[in-house]
């Protein structure tokens, strides 16, 4: 079993950023990559990146303003979220993977339990 806690999410004004960690423990060994995923009101579940985690290799669904960076040290996994919009508004999770494709939702392990980003305009 892998756990994952997220924390870091909040109401903050369109343009500010938002930085969210996610915490694992549990079998840290099993981990091979570490995914973000978020999900808006009456959509779906929206990749937005994933990071090797003994590789460091990145791979994002929102290019640009997201960057996704790990601490191996503390068993992190960072997002930090520049210029945020009202249509980044949404919870965020992350996910750990095993094998499998790092875009897709249903390759993925375990899940935290989310944690919530408003933008406000």
């Known amino acids: 079993q892998v756990q994952l806690v997220e924390s870091g999410g909040g109401l903050v004004q369109t343009g500010d950023s938002l930085k969210l960690s996610c915490a694992a423990s549990?079998?840290?060994?099993?981990?091979?990559?570490v995914g973000w995923f978020r999900q808006a009101a009456g959509k779906e579940r929206e990749f937005v990146a994933a990071?090797?985690?003994?590789?460091?290799t990145t791979e994002y669904g929102v290019k640009g303003r997201f960057t996704i960076y790990r601490d191996n040290a503390k068993n992190t996994v960072s997002l930090q979220m520049n210029s945020l919009k009202p249509e980044d508004t949404a919870v965020y999770y992350c996910a750990s993977l095993r094998v499998g494709k790092w875009k897709n939702a249903d390759s993925y392990d375990y899940w935290g339990q989310g944690t919530q980003v408003t933008a406000s305009s």
């Open positions: 990071i090797g985690w003994d590789s460091g």
């Open positions: 549990g079998r840290i060994y099993s981990i091979n990559t």
